[in-house]
């Protein structure tokens, strides 16, 4: 066999390793975006859920700012969920 013909056929089997290689990592990106495509849609789900439980007047936080409080740091206890976050009635 002469030089050029080893060299061809050396780039022939590089050619089909770069397919093959591609190809593999093609399904390995597609198994992946499928199961964070599932991650995506299980959490909508949840969110969905959770905000028709969550309470509408301290949304979800449990505090609520205190009527005049001019800081973050002035806040009570929601009256409403009683501190829960979560609607109760
Ligand atoms: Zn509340």
Redesign the pocket.
Known sequence: MDIITSIIQKRAKAMADKKAYAEEARRRINAYDAEIAAYNEAISKLNAAASSL???????????KMPGGADKQDTET??????????LT
């Open positions: 969550i309470c509408p007047a301290c949304h979800g936080e449990g505090v609520v929601c009256s409403v969920c009683k501190g829960t976050g979560i609607k």
